[in-house]
């Protein structure tokens, strides 16, 4: 028996055909690298990777830290795994070990991958990451790369697996920061070829650069919540190439309705004030389950399903519980309410990856099949 008030529901299924059309639309050459980082925002890396390792035809997986690329790792994942930030020196060593592909960002922290994997006999596999405008991790163009390069030139204990950097704002369409970052980086990609290194892997563009700057796209783009759902700013017709169907929603049910008269108000510091006869639902989800509160006293989308019909429409949502506003809704009493959840908001949920397992009053269900 469920004894959760709400459920977040992964369709892995979706998920996969979200990736073959991303990747349709930017063409065979380019490859998509999904990042999973933070336990693929909290909706359960394992389970997803193994996924999308059966049901498409990805290679490389991208993460934030070694212990969620060894996890990984745990769960039979045999792709190439990247770890994106900088890591300390004491996780060089199982990183190796485990055939973790290390982001580096300074000749200093090559040298010491360069060392641990001289002590294991191993070749490690490292990513070179561009500093374009940032201002985080990675090498300038210049004399900070050939530094890089010369030190990792003729090192049989290393192979450079790839190269790549990252958008201030790649949301932003023709935005004048990313065509001067992708410049830089075009500069350093002409730098080390004329160093005499080759490079298979060349990505820059993310999920929201991913879907108009063509230019950027080269062989690979790092795409992370548009696996679950279309953030675009112009999203693409369904079935179209690039188009993304909602693959993760948030689910629970209303346990109240009431019928709100005009001036009548609802909710903590009379939030909301209703202009019209106005039915109002209590749903049974709040902050602790993950409700942002900083949707609090704002008209918030949902879709609201009633038995088999959708409508769509605003929520206003109070201090501690989310009431949406059912006046255009047919009557009935049990009535379940879903919405698309933002990568982030399963953080929240103090889930596992498993439906009605974890600390909060959320639970997580993945459907596989």
């Known amino acids: ?8 529901e992964i369709d892995c299924e979706r998920i996969c055909m979200n990736i073959r059309s991303i990747h349709a639309q930017a063409g065979a050459l380019t490859e998509v690298i999904p990042v999973l980082k933070c336990d693929a925002y909290g909706l359960g890396a394992g389970v997803i990777a193994r996924e999308i390792a059966r049901g498409t035809d990805v290679r490389t997986f991208a993460v934030a830290q070694v212990g969620e690329a060894a996890a990984l790792r745990d769960e039979g994942i045999r792709q190439e795994i990247l770890v994106l930030a900088g890591v300390p020196e004491e996780l060089i ?50 004399e900070e790369l ?30 004048p920061l990313a065509l001067a970052q992708f410049s830089r980086f075009e500069q350093a990609l002409l730098q080390i070829k004329n160093a005499g290194l080759e490079v298979p892997l060349r990505h820059m563009c993310n999920s929201g650069a991913s879907d108009w700057y063509r230019e950027a796209l080269l062989d690979g783009m790092r795409i992370g919540r548009r696996l ?40 903590y510091d009379e939030a909301f004030r209703a202009t019209a006869p106005t039915m109002v639902a209590v749903v049974a989800v709040g902050y602790g389950d993950g409700l942002d509160e900083r949707l609090a006293g704002t008209q918030a989308p949902v879709a609201r399903r009633v038995r088999n019909q959708i409508a769509k429409g605003p929520a206003h949502v109070g201090p501690r519980i989310a009431q949406p506003d059912l006046s255009a809704v ?28 974890g600390s909060g009053q959320t639970g997580l269900e993945a459907f596989c099949e």
């Open 330 to 357: 047919p009557g009935g009493l049990q009535r379940e309410v879903h919405a698309a959840v933002l990568p982030g908001i399963a953080q929240f949920l103090g889930c596992d990856g498993h439906r009605a397992e």
């Open 228 to 267: 679950y759902m279309d953030s675009q700013r112009q999203p693409r017709p369904a079935g179209t190439p690039g188009a993304v169907e909602e693959a993760a929603s948030w689910r629970t049910r209303i346990v109240n309705l009431r019928l709100v008269q005009p001036g009548e108000t609802v909710g």
């Open 93 to 142: 060593a199982p990183a190796v070990e485990k055939d973790i592909q290390l982001t580096v960002y300074s000749a200093a922290f090559a040298s010491s991958v360069i060392r641990e994997a001289q002590r294991q006999g191993k070749r490690a596999g490292i990513q070179i990451k561009i500093e374009t405008g940032l201002n985080r991790l990675g090498v300038r163009p210049g």
């Open 146 to 175: 050939a530094e890089l390069l010369a030190l990792l030139k003729g090192q049989s204990c290393v192979k450079i697996k790839g190269v790549y950097s990252h958008f201030i704002d790649g949301e932003m369409m023709g935005s």
């Open 1 to 8: 028996m469920d004894l959760y008030n709400s459920y977040v």
